[in-house]
């Protein structure tokens, strides 16, 4: 089945412990994009990728990192992660930016404390 | 202001009834149109898609474009119970970098 996974599904942490969330994809798509959802502000694009070691900001990238080591996988990275960051995260892949529907994830309820 | 206006809602409808959304959108080198559900704690889910003007239809949904008027809608006939969730427009083209820009979303309610 073609698919994004995403783990952890819920994450509880504290201010400053660094966490990593995963995003693996099996459809073989170049693009691939974190997103933030809170009520009232919608989607929210984070980082993006290309493809392998070609990543570049979104719109609201402060605070967090990314990698694309691998072209199935994209993490996403909050070194110290803080309270102004809890959201739900998702991931999500395409063939090419922007031009075919997008494949998301389930997604990363994230609760930093 | 926003490039993508959604109306949040909620719109609440009985079963069977007409489902009319719609977004309207400021930039005119989008190109291609989409819109995806969403239900509670999932993430969006494709349900159309579309290039330029004109419509789309794909069993009960039915998108529409109007560049001219820079006006999206989305139509879901026989509405079920089911259909109840977020809907999220989104669009793209080449000369607006292909960044993918959402609308809002707005709350489905489909009431039996």
């Known amino acids: 089945e073609a698919q994004v996974t995403q783990n952890p599904r819920y994450l509880i942490t504290v201010t400053g412990k660094k966490l990593t969330v995963t995003c693996s994809q099996n459809m073989n798509h170049e693009y691939m994009s974190w997103y933030r959802q809170d009520p009232g502000l919608g989607l929210r694009q984070i980082y993006y990728?290309?493809?392998?070691?070609?990543?570049d900001k979104g719109d609201v990238p402060e605070g967090y990192k990314v990698s694309r080591k691998e072209k199935r996988n994209f993490p996403l990275i909050l070194e110290s992660p803080s309270p102004n960051q809890t959201s739900l995260y998702f991931c999500?892949?395409?063939?090419?930016?922007?031009?075919?529907?997008?494949?998301f994830g389930s997604g990363t309820r994230l609760t930093v404390v | 202001q926003k490039e993508v206006e959604q109306d949040p809602g909620p719109l609440s409808v009985p079963e069977g009834a007409i489902v009319s959304l719609n977004c309207t959108y400021s930039n005119s080198a989008f190109q291609y149109f989409m819109w995806y559900r969403q239900y509670s704690r999932k993430g969006p889910e494709l349900l159309m898609y579309?290039?330029?003007?004109g419509n789309k239809e794909d069993g009960r949904f039915t998108a529409q474009v109007d560049k001219s008027s820079k006006y999206i809608s989305l139509f879901i006939r026989d509405s079920q119970p089911s259909d109840s969730a977020t809907y999220l427009c989104?669009?793209?083209?080449?000369?607006?970098?292909?960044?993918?820009?959402f609308g809002g979303g707005t709350r489905v309610l489909v009431k039996p």
């Open positions: 999500a892949s395409s063939p090419v930016r922007g031009l075919y529907g997008y494949t």
């Open positions: 990728s290309m493809n392998v070691e070609v990543t």
């Open positions: 579309t290039y330029s003007s």
């Open positions: 989104a669009m793209s083209g080449e000369a607006a970098g292909n960044k993918l820009t």
